[in-house]
């Protein structure tokens, strides 16, 4: 890996003290009650971190994130702060370098801390990924009982929630919402139900006039003054599943805008998706790239170039 290949699959910044590393973000203290969280342009895939980096992803999955907590703060709260270095508080912006305000140009969160809800909240509108997998043994994904003779990748008849464990390492553990009730209390998981089909149902129509299927996403929730928030990112290619919609024909899988085609190549290597993750071609690295930039730009109806040069300038 070159060192800017590096320098953006990590990042160092010495002013705050760092909490922890994810598989894709980084998180810094700020003060009592705020946070950095700073995506990288790491990718995970199997829950292994590539040893390659895709250029600008780190910027799509903030920018998107801040797009779409904009969007959907008319209804349920979020933890965004800023996303633009420019507009942290000054006391902020003070003890940081301009080398290290440089780095983190596009791909930085202030947010409110918050108690992180310790399940991801799965919505799934159409059947793909473990979801087909558990369908076509059972006949039901996550304790949802689905009709008989469904095809790979079709919709379904309506979007179901399926919440899943949550894990730094390793794999995410789908469960049914029973599960998440005995954990979490009965109306607090109601409620993330009802909010994470909202969020998906009001996201996915917008979508689908953008030419993108949202097949299924997740989201996180955290606590605050026990109320429920949006965290961490929302509607991302990281954390969805998005199909071109006018190639969309189910029966099999699609082509996507988001790391399932990094899946794809992997699936061709004789890899035991154990870590050490095996290196990307360098036209997978493009491919990718190109791929985020796109979703990005279909959704938003901007380039992401044009947006962080114009916060820039602001």
Sequence with gaps: MSSSETARAVVEIPELTFLRRGKVRDLFAVDEDSLLMVATDRLSAFDCVLPDAIPRKGQVLTQLSRFWFDRSSVFVPNHLLSAEVADFPAGL??????????????????????EVVPFECVVRGYLAGSGWKDYRSTGTVCGHRLPAGLRE??????????PATKAESGHDINVA?????????????????????RLYREAAAYAAGRGIIICDTKFEFGLRDGRPILIDEVLTPDSSRFWPRESYAPGGPQPSFDKQFVRD?????????????????????AATSAKYLEA???????????IIKQNERD
Excluded: N
């Design 265 to 285: 190549y992997l699936e061709t290597l004789a890899w035991d998706k154990r870590p050490p993750a095996p290196g990307l071609p360098p036209e997978i690295v």
């Design 296 to 306: 990005y730009r279909l959704l938003t109806g901007h380039e992401l170039e044009d």
């Design 153 to 162: 990748s079709e919709r379904l008849p309506a979007p179901i929630f399926t």
């Design 177 to 197: 919402k029973e599960v998440m009730r005995a954990a979490v209390g009965g109306e607090l998981a109601d409620e993330l139900e009802r909010l994470s089909l």
């Design 93 to 114: 912006r003070a003890r940081l370098s301009p080398a290290t305000q440089a780095r983190l140009a596009g791909r930085a969160m202030l947010v409110r801390r918050a």
